[in-house]
């Protein structure tokens, strides 16, 4: 995603003496919030480390998501872009605009598919170039098996009362054994219970299901392989409420659980300051844990398990960077901090 280009008007030297002087922008609409919203963009790039890039796709959007094949030819990607400018007559904010794009030369050339524009879309996720699925609010859940020519919705199971922040789900993986799963947080009505559900939907079936539940945990990742052995990252006590002041700087220690199809086993729980967001499987069958350290100057942590999950040796990659990658294929990290681009191999 792409912030526009903000520029300033060079001050005058009286002005630069001025203690109370204040920075001022050349356009107008360069000082509205609404305006700089409309402008973002969501950008692919192409091209080599050493040699030149070329942007094969530029389109509008304040939110974005993509898949990519593992030979990098098929691309999928998903738009969401609101006029931040308009209101309804209630006073409330239109619905943004859902576009949805495809490739099959990487990148060359660029297809948008019939989408209805009011479908929100919050997930996409597929497991080859003609079979995938599309998650929205509501929540909603649909699949194609044609490269995304024909959508079928899927109905979801009557979810029973819970509290939640958003009409989604919290957390969507699809694991290495051709299952869906959908997790979300709920704090059952009536009852002191707090926990995540796991829904689970494998190729072909037509209904999800529940697989498990994370007793006192809010999920943050899944990763599955091909025998449907589940490792689970979560966050313990309550999701942050973003409602609540401060709410995100409470302690939510993360842990590692493992679910083998008839139990959920904790297996290791990681110190209160680091703070987990993704789990990989590596090119050897390793568990890479990709996270974070709290504090004045957070840190970004990586941590591999080679025995399942039990024991994980921990590295820290420095201060925070802007962006990552890891490639679970080739097994290389990327990192780009400030205006440098490393990488690491984590085989």
């Given at each position: 995603?792409?912030?526009?280009?903000?520029?300033?008007?060079d001050k005058t030297e009286a002005e630069l003496n001025e203690p109370n002087s204040r920075a001022e922008v050349t356009e107008d609409w360069m000082a509205d919030a609404a305006e700089r919203a409309n402008r973002r963009s969501l950008s692919i790039i192409k091209g080599f480390i050493d040699g030149p890039v070329t942007t094969v796709l530029l389109e509008r959007a304040q939110y974005g998501d993509w898949w990519i094949a593992p030979d990098w030819r098929t691309v999928y990607v998903h738009t969401q872009w609101r006029d931040r400018r308009i209101k309804s007559s209630s006073g409330e904010q239109l619905f943004p605009t859902q576009k949805l794009w495809k490739s099959t030369d990487a990148g060359e050339y660029w297809q948008q598919l019939t989408w209805p524009e009011a479908d929100n879309i919050t997930f996409l996720r597929f497991l080859d170039a003609e079979r995938g699925y599309l998650i929205g609010s509501g929540p909603r859940l649909w699949r194609t098996q044609d490269g995304g020519e024909h959508w079928q919705e899927i109905a979801l199971p009557a979810i029973e009362p819970y509290i939640t922040f958003s009409e989604q789900f919290d957390l969507v993986a699809?694991?290495?054994?051709?299952?869906?799963?959908?997790a979300y947080?709920?704090?059952?009505?009536?009852?002191?219970?707090?926990l995540s559900v796991v829904l689970a939907l494998p190729w072909g079936d037509d209904t999800p299901e529940v697989e498990f539940t994370v007793p006192d945990q809010s999920v943050i990742d899944l990763?599955?392989?091909e025998a449907g052995k589940v490792h689970v990252l979560g966050w313990q006590g309550l999701p942050v409420n973003y409602s609540i002041p401060d709410d995100s700087k409470r302690e939510r220690?993360?842990?590692?659980?493992?679910?083998?199809g008839a139990k959920l086993q904790p297996l290791h729980e990681f110190k209160k300051d680091v703070i987990g967001y993704a789990l990989y499987r590596t090119p050897a069958g390793h568990i890479l844990f990709?996270?974070?350290t709290e504090g004045f100057l957070p840190n970004d942590i990586t941590a591999l398990s080679t025995d399942g999950g039990k024991r994980w040796q921990m590295t820290n990659e420095g201060s925070s960077a802007q962006g990552g990658?890891?490639?679970t294929h080739t097994g290389t990290r990327w990192r780009v901090s400030g205006y440098a681009l490393s990488k690491r191999e984590i085989p």
């Open positions: 995603m792409s912030e526009p280009e903000i520029i300033f008007r699809l694991g290495a054994d051709n299952t869906l799963r959908l947080f709920t704090a059952r009505y009536g009852k002191q219970e707090n990763l599955a392989d220690p993360s842990m590692i659980s493992m679910w083998d990709d996270g974070v990658y890891y490639d």
